[in-house]
């Protein structure tokens, strides 16, 4: 059971950091190597949020993974490209959970205006590989030995994924998140999550 799926607050803070400080303190996954405070990650939902999704899922009132988007480069020419990452509380893995909130966080973005999701993957990693390939990304190029953790070197492999149908000659700014009342977010991850919304 994936679990209730909506957008995150600064309360949520405590519970996101939790959840990530295993990534960063136990495993290659995230290239952080001090897991960020509570208020580090109360600032970063704070600012992400200014501009891009930033989903929890909730199990039993308990947050038990997180996903969201942000620039992929700051140059004007990339804006309409986004970066997605998607975090489950450890012992979590194998319940819906990630493929939830990817699902509605790429539901979110192709609502936004934006034309392609990229995520950067740690590898090896066929977890991650195998729940992105489900939801529509394809191989984008691998990165060999460009990060050094715990005593070694990693690749990073990138994936890509569509989410319009086509891509026109004249497009509009993607819009804010904070253009979406509550109501049309609401029901975008309710579409998304119960009828397997899958990346263009």
Partial sequence: MSGRIRLATPDDAEAVASIYAYYVAKTPISFEVTPPSVEEVRERIERTMQRFPYLVSE???RVVGYAYAGRHHERAAYDWSCEVSVY???GMHRRGI???LYAALLALLRRLGYYNALAGITVPNDGSIGLHTAMGFRDAGLN???G???GRWWDVAYVEASLQHTYPEKVEPPLSIRALDAAEVEEIISRA????ERPR
């Fill in 148 to 150: 050094y953790k715990d």
């Fill in 98 to 100: 990630g493929r939830a």
């Fill in 88 to 90: 489950v509380a450890n």
């Fill in 59 to 61: 199990t039993e009132d």
């Fill in 144 to 146: 060999r030995n460009v």
């Fill in 193 to 196: 999550v119960n009828g397997s």
